[in-house]
């Protein structure tokens, strides 16, 4: 049973209490009462989907309790919450969440008043990475959850499908975590310098592999991927833009005509957790081939791999394959 589902069942005010003694004992430095209130002593880390919950789990290790609010083969885009969800929101010591990708989740964290709360987006630079049909992931115009330094609609929240980007983001969170729980900030600051190195080895796999290839162009189904092109000299051509369930315009496709011809792309990628109907329609319709490209939002049974760096690893082989890695 989680730390969260334990103190579910105490009584609100009791609840309460509970959490200003956690919050107290984190202030004092003395994890060894910080979450006295759980079960296990653990800090109680609530994760809004995969790339974040692997963050914390790598990161905090034996020290963390993490729960994931997106579970595993659930588009996380379309993320509905529960009322208990969002109750327990606010009983958690630490919150780690990517906003404009989860319009639900911001609202909730937003909600939960949570002291020790992350957002991944801030620890690194977003971009904006063009495509037919712009797709904000659900941004407030306008609203509290759209005030990122310079932000504007638009910016491409997929920043953990680089491994450069993703090691800024996991040396961001160790620092949160150290303040979070300073009684185990040599833990932390030893598993994000053990973290980071398994993403720079990552990194050079990915230069190094996709160096010469016969062509730059790969086409998918879910514009996921507009970092990793930039990051390794490669073009991504999205079917229908950031919104993995966006049906594509017919101008769209016979655009994706053309730069199949012109690129010599042999390809169009699809993902775990959408249709892959759009792919296998257009791939036949164009004589390509049609592939696994993993947006890495979820790990399931169907995923290549049983972690980010595994599935990042089976990526890799299918963009060396699709583009004719020499």
Same mark, same amino acid.
């Given at each position: 049973?989680?730390?969260m589902?334990?103190r579910?069942?105490?009584?609100?005010?009791?609840?309460?209490?509970?959490?200003?003694?956690?919050?107290?004992?984190?202030?004092?430095?003395?994890?060894s009462?910080?979450?006295?209130?759980?079960?296990?002593?653990?800090?109680?880390?609530?994760?809004?989907?995969?790339?974040?919950?692997?963050?914390?789990?790598?990161?905090?290790?034996?020290?963390?309790?993490?729960?994931?609010?997106?579970?595993?083969?659930?588009?996380p885009?379309?993320?509905?919450?529960?009322?208990?969800?969002?109750?327990?929101l606010?009983?958690?010591?630490?919150?780690?969440?990517?906003?404009?990708v989860?319009p639900?989740?911001?609202?909730?964290?937003?909600q939960?008043g949570?002291?020790?709360?992350?957002?991944?987006?801030?620890?690194?630079?977003?971009?904006?990475?063009?495509?037919?049909?712009?797709?904000d992931?659900?941004?407030?115009?306008?609203?509290?959850h759209?005030?990122?330094?310079?932000?504007?609609?638009?910016l491409?929240?997929?920043?953990?499908?680089?491994?450069?980007?993703?090691?800024?983001?996991?040396?961001?969170?160790?620092?949160?975590?150290?303040?979070?729980?300073?009684?185990?900030?040599?833990?932390?600051?030893?598993?994000?310098?053990?973290?980071?190195?398994?993403?720079?080895?990552?990194?050079?796999?990915?230069?190094?592999?996709?160096?010469?290839?016969?062509?730059?162009?790969?086409?998918? %189904?879910?514009s996921?991927?507009?970092?990793?092109?930039?990051?390794?000299?490669?073009?991504?051509?999205?079917?229908?833009?950031?919104d993995?369930?966006?049906?594509?315009?017919?101008?769209?496709?016979?655009e994706?005509?053309?730069?199949?011809?012109e690129?010599?792309? %042999? %390809?169009?990628f699809?993902?775990?957790?959408?249709?892959d109907k759009?792919?296998?329609?257009?791939?036949?319709d164009?004589?390509?081939?049609t592939?696994v490209?993993?947006?890495?939002?979820?790990?399931?049974?169907?995923s290549?791999?049983?972690?980010?760096?595994?599935?990042?690893?089976?990526?890799?082989?299918?963009?060396?394959?699709?583009?004719?890695?020499?």
């Open positions: 049973m989680t730390v589902n334990v579910r069942l105490i009584p609100t005010a009791a609840v309460a209490g509970a959490v200003a003694l956690g919050l107290t004992a984190l202030s004092a430095c003395s994890s009462d910080a979450a006295e209130s759980g079960s296990d002593g653990k800090l109680d880390v609530v994760a809004s989907f995969y790339p974040m919950q692997f963050l914390a789990e790598e990161i905090g290790g034996s020290h963390v309790s993490v729960t994931s609010l997106t579970k595993p083969g659930v588009e885009h379309d993320l509905e919450l529960s009322p208990r969800q969002i109750g327990g606010s009983d958690a010591d630490y919150i780690l969440y990517l906003k404009n989860q639900a989740v911001d609202d909730a964290v937003a939960a949570v002291e020790n709360t992350v957002d991944a987006a801030t620890l690194t630079t977003l971009e904006s990475h063009g495509s037919e049909v712009g797709h992931h659900g941004a407030e115009e306008g609203g509290e759209e005030e990122h330094e310079g932000e504007e609609a638009g491409d929240p997929h920043i953990w499908l680089d491994p450069v980007k993703y090691a800024e983001v996991a040396e961001g969170v160790g620092k949160s975590l150290e303040k979070a729980d300073p009684d185990n900030a040599a833990d932390y600051r030893k598993n994000t310098e053990t973290l980071v190195a398994e993403l720079n080895k990552l990194d050079k796999a990915y230069e190094s592999g996709l160096k010469n290839t016969a062509t730059k162009t790969f086409i998918t %189904t879910h996921a991927f507009g970092y990793l092109a930039e990051r390794y000299g490669l073009t991504q051509e999205g079917i229908a833009g950031l993995p369930e966006a049906e594509p315009s017919p101008a769209r496709i016979d994706i005509h053309h730069v199949a011809e690129s010599k792309a %042999t %390809t169009v699809f993902e775990t957790l959408a249709s759009t792919a296998k329609t257009l791939a036949k164009l004589g390509l081939k592939g490209l993993d947006p890495l939002e979820g790990i399931t049974g169907k290549a791999g049983a972690d980010y760096i595994e599935v990042m690893e089976s990526n890799l082989t299918a963009l060396q394959k699709a583009l004719g890695a020499k």
